[in-house]
């Protein structure tokens, strides 16, 4: 039986996000717009390079947006995200895996912090108790607090318009 998928109507896109700490700050991306999407802030992260694993992408985002270099084994996966159609305009659902990371003193000294020319966008270190005031994406609002409380996860979030329809969430015990 064939189906948009196999029928190569739909693409699922693979990429991670990354959330990574400083004592109770976190690393947030203020993105730029482009493509027609609004510049919001963000996880830093993007898609999946081909034959590249989940965890060599979050180590090559990380170094590319936040010119900061991490190895492997500091990454602790926080959860899977799946968003169907999230760029309809390319009939494409997104795949994402979710991982989080305390920064060391040397690291988080490296990365260009409020630096507007920052390819894409300006990095901050936000305390958490602030990144929920922030404009996020929807559906970002309501999976943070589990990334912050280290609490894993799995969620689809469905986007029409660039809001958040309907979303299923649930903790991973």
């Known amino acids: 039986m064939s189906n948009a998928y196999s029928e190569g109507r739909q693409k699922v896109i693979p990429a991670v996000l990354l959330y990574a700490f400083s004592g109770t700050e976190v690393l947030m991306l203020n993105a730029r717009a482009k493509d027609g999407m609004p510049g919001k802030w963000n996880g830093l992260g993007g898609k999946l390079?081909?034959?590249?694993t989940p965890l060599q992408?979050?180590?090559?985002?990380?170094?590319?947006?936040a010119s900061c270099r991490t190895d492997e084994s500091q990454w602790k996966w926080a959860g899977q995200l799946y968003f169907p159609n999230f760029k309809a305009h390319k009939a494409e659902d997104w795949w994402?895996?979710?991982?989080?990371?305390?920064?060391?003193a040397e690291q988080r000294s490296s990365i260009p912090l409020n630096d507007p020319l920052q390819?894409?966008?300006?990095?901050?270190?936000?305390?958490?108790?602030?990144?929920?005031?922030?404009?996020?994406?929807?559906?970002?609002a309501k999976f943070l607090p589990l990334v912050f409380?280290?609490?894993?996860f799995q969620g689809t979030f469905f986007y029409e318009q660039g809001r958040c329809s309907r979303h299923q969430l649930s903790p991973i015990k």
Not at 96 to 104: A, R
């Open 149 to 152: 409380d280290r609490v894993p």
């Open 49 to 52: 390079d081909p034959g590249e």
């Open 96 to 104: 994402v895996t979710v991982y989080t990371t305390e920064l060391t």
């Open 119 to 140: 390819p894409e966008g300006s990095l901050h270190l936000v305390p958490l108790s602030r990144v929920l005031c922030l404009d996020l994406w929807e559906g970002d």
């Open 57 to 65: 992408a979050a180590v090559r985002e990380f170094e590319e947006e």
